[in-house]
């Protein structure tokens, strides 16, 4: 059985810094792609980063990009979303994903992820 628990979340003033953490265990995560999405209350669930952790490939989705930042750690099997000059519309419930599948150029969708953390609250305050 795959686990993803991530932590981090919290209450940050606009302008500040947060970075969440998806720790992964019952398996080994080395080659599956990992991505983060997040939900705002009355919105539907969208993409905000992913990597592909073997050829380090990333990608962003625009309302993140230069602010945010996806990394990982192999030897704590931990990924990281370090996010930096907070906006009040980065405020949702951010998710950790990981994929088993095999999913061929972009990793955006949601619906190619079979494993799925609890999630966690970011509010930003204005």
């Known amino acids: 059985q795959v686990q993803l628990v991530e932590s981090g979340g919290g209450l940050v003033q606009a302008g500040g810094s947060l970075r969440l953490s998806c720790a992964a265990s019952?398996?080994?995560?080395?080659?599956?792609?990992m991505g983060w999405f997040r939900q705002a209350p009355g919105k539907e669930r969208e993409f905000v980063a992913a990597?592909?952790?073997?050829?380090?490939?990333?990608d962003y989705a625009d309302s993140v990009k230069g602010r945010f930042t996806i990394s990982r750690d192999n030897a704590k099997n931990t990924m990281y979303l370090q996010m930096n000059s907070l906006k009040p519309e980065d405020t949702a419930v951010y998710y950790c994903?990981?994929?088993?599948?095999?999913?061929?150029?972009?990793?955006?969708?949601?619906?190619?992820?079979?494993?799925w953390g609890q999630g966690t609250q970011v509010t930003v305050s204005s």
């Open positions: 019952g398996r080994t995560f080395s080659a599956y792609p």
């Open positions: 990597m592909r952790w073997g050829i380090n490939i990333l």
């Open positions: 994903a990981a994929t088993s599948g095999v999913v061929r150029g972009q990793l955006r969708n949601g619906q190619d992820y079979n494993y």
